[in-house]
């Protein structure tokens, strides 16, 4: 039983994923949403590993992959205020709303569920 719903809700995860990545918007979607998991993990897991436990290496690794998020976030950012004709003011807003913990949430809730 509790691998046929596991296997039913995989199923739907990918579903809806695949229809996300149709198209821009979906797409920063996804980058937004993971994105800001890896903000949350380096700043409550990884920042303390290193500062309090003096493991470093927790930073370097997840530092790299939230940089390379964050890089894609506002290059998917530009394409999809130059397509769908954002004003510069929600631009500035959404990518403002990634550089605060929790804020692509937000984002993704107000301004990018169009």
């Known amino acids: 039983m509790y691998l046929y719903i596991k296997d ?17 918007l979906g797409r ?25 436990a003096g493991i470093p290496q927790a930073v370097r690794v997840v530092g790299m992959a939230h940089g390379v998020l964050f890089v894609l ?11 769908r004709n954002w004003s ?8 403002i709303s990634s550089l605060v913990p929790f804020g692509t949430f937000y984002a993704d809730a107000r301004w990018f569920r169009n």
Do not use: T
């Open 73 to 83: 976030f506002v290059i998917l950012l530009i394409q999809v205020a130059i397509e």
């Open 88 to 95: 510069f003011k929600k631009s500035i807003y959404s990518f």
């Open 8 to 24: 039913v809700l995989f199923s739907f995860l990918l579903l809806m994923i695949s229809d996300l990545v149709k198209s821009a």
């Open 28 to 52: 920063l979607r996804i980058v937004a949403f993971i994105e800001g998991i890896s903000y949350l993990v380096l700043l409550g897991i990884a920042m303390p590993l290193k500062y309090l």
